[in-house]
T-cell receptor, first 113, second 111 residues
Framework: GDSVTQMEGPVTLSEEAFLTINCTYTATGYPSLFWYVQYPGEGLQLLLK?????DKGSNKGFEATYRKETTSFHLEKGSVQVSDSAVYFCALSAGSSASKIIFGSGTRLSIRP | NAGVTQTPKFRVLKTGQSMTLLCAQD?????MYWYRQDPGMGLRLIHY???????AKGEVPDGYNVSRLKKQNFLLGLESAAPSQTSVYFC??????????FGEGSWLTVV
């Protein structure tokens, strides 16, 4: 069945460091891919998405490229800030059957000043 | 999170009590979902609905019931709460572009 695997955390970085959070997926068909962010005490918010191969989603300095050949959707940011500390979830939805959205287990990111 | 509203936000229950969580969305979405989030386990799907009057089981449906009598509302019920149901519950709805939007969460503690 469809699944999402993302790197385990926690990930701790210093401010202004480069960030990569890995995400790979298994799916039949051509899923849409998403990154969600959850700040402490809040719900999940859509960060960015990509709906087809080679698409790049971007928002708030974060980017992720839909790589069909490697079945990956890695999240990157060139210079992280303390305010980026949160839990990040990779997710997919299958275009032919949107009855379920599959989430990764989440990666906790902590940024040191 | 605009458009998906959950009530209540916080609740403490005694074991065996019942309660209902209400999710309302004003975006005319067909698909709605209930998830629970527990430490180290990410999000797990409890039940979902693909339209008014329909419901289906997700990954962890035991101990929960749902109803979708109106398109805009998706109710999650606990008939006899257990400590294992202490969790954060998230409702969500799905756009026609397959983007899911979440409510702000309901923190439930069963003692």
């Amino acid at each position: 069945g469809d699944s999402v695997t993302q790197m385990e955390g926690p990930v701790t970085l210093s401010e202004e460091a480069f960030l990569t959070i890995n995400c790979t997926y298994t799916a039949t068909g051509y899923p849409s891919l998403f990154w969600y962010v959850q700040y402490p005490g809040e719900g999940l918010q859509l960060l960015l998405k990509a709906t087809k191969a080679d698409d790049k989603g971007s928002n708030k300095g974060f980017e992720a490229t839909y790589r069909k050949e490697t079945t990956s959707f890695h999240l990157e940011k060139g210079s992280v800030q303390v305010s980026d500390s949160a839990v990040y979830f990779c997710a997919l939805s299958a275009g032919s059957s949107a009855s379920k959205i599959i989430f990764g287990s989440g990666t906790r990111l902590s940024i040191r000043p | 999170n605009a458009g998906v509203t959950q009530t209540p936000k916080f609740r403490v229950l005694k074991t065996g009590q019942s309660m209902t969580l209400l999710c309302a969305q004003d975006m005319n979405h067909e698909y709605m979902y209930w998830y629970r989030q527990d430490p180290g386990m990410g999000l797990r799907l409890i039940h979902y609905s693909v339209g008014e009057g329909t419901t289906a089981k997700g990954e962890v449906p035991d101990g929960y019931n749902v109803s979708r009598l109106k398109k805009q509302n998706f109710l999650l019920g606990l008939e006899s709460a257990a400590p294992s149901q202490t969790s954060v519950y998230f409702c969500a709805s799905l756009t026609s572009g397959n983007t899911i939007y979440f409510g702000e969460g309901s923190w439930l503690t069963v003692v």
